[in-house]
Nanobody, 122 residues
Framework: QVQLVESGGGLVQAGGSLRLSCAAS????????MGWFRQAPGKEREFVAA????????LYADSAKGRFTISRDNTQNTVHLQMNSLKPEDTAAYYC???????????????WGRGTQVTVSS
């Protein structure tokens, strides 16, 4: 069992930056592919970024490429999402997720956090 708790959300102006963090507890954190998803009001939850268990591999949605960076620290059981050049359309609840493998993470994660709200004003 893995518990995920997000933090770092807030209100920021367009063009600004935020760094989201996800603290994981439970066993074998390092064995999971970790990722971030987001859900805007009235829209489906969508994939944002993912990182391999070692941190050596990453995957980004087109909307995140060039602006967001995912990282992890397996010694601290944390995953981060650095978000730069934020746009109003990035406004959403952001969720941390863990999956046994890439397919599981992107399609149906094993574990979810409760989310943190990001609001970007124009």
């Amino acid at each position: 069992q893995v518990q995920l708790v997000e933090s770092g959300g807030g209100l920021v102006q367009a063009g600004g930056s935020l760094r989201l963090s996800c603290a994981a507890s439970g066993r074998t954190f390092g064995g999971y592919v970790m990722g971030w998803f987001r859900q805007a009001p009235g829209k489906e939850r969508e994939f944002v970024a993912a990182i391999s268990w070692s941190g050596g591999g990453t995957l980004y949605a087109d909307s995140a490429k060039g602006r967001f960076t995912i990282s992890r620290d397996n010694t601290q059981n944390t995953v981060h999402l650095q978000m730069n050049s934020l746009k109003p359309e990035d406004t959403a609840a952001y969720y941390c997720a863990a999956g046994n493998n890439w397919t599981r993470l992107t399609k149906a994660p094993n574990y979810w956090g409760r989310g943190t709200q990001v609001t970007v004003s124009s």
